[in-house]
């Protein structure tokens, strides 16, 4: 199984950037995907899901309104439509898959199983 983020790179405040997740080598349909990030110095953290390959998506409060998650499981791909970024965005984003999760541990790192090799978001002000 290997997730694979892209989309990163240098942007300014109140930019837009699109991440994208590809999955191989499994079905993550009925997976839960989700988005987590990580900044220098910080704990990786929760920014959005989409639980159990269903229709609802779930935000981080910070990412709320701001951020919207998809999916495409034809393609196996999620992604990460960012808008209206703050310097407080940047980290590196990484994109997980989790089989088992239940609902109330979708913002915990440890309840995934996969995860990508992350991708650089800059966001300078």
């Known amino acids: 199984v290997q997730l694979q983020a892209s989309g990163g790179g240098l942007v300014q405040a109140g930019d837009s950037l699109r991440l994208s997740c590809e999955a191989s080598?499994?079905?993550?349909?009925?997976?839960?995907m989700a988005w987590f990030r990580q900044a220098p110095g910080k704990e990786r953290e929760f920014v959005a899901a989409f639980f159990r390959g269903g229709s609802s998506a779930h935000y981080a409060s910070s990412v709320k309104g701001r951020f919207t998650v998809s999916r495409e499981n034809a393609k196996n791909t999620v992604l990460l439509q960012m808008t209206s970024v703050k310097p407080e965005d940047t980290a590196v984003y990484y994109c997980g898959a989790g089989r088992r999760l239940i609902l109330s541990t979708i913002g915990s790192n440890n309840a995934y199983d996969h995860w990508g090799q992350g991708t650089q978001v800059t966001v300078s002000s």
């Open positions: 080598g499994g079905t993550f349909s009925r997976d839960t």
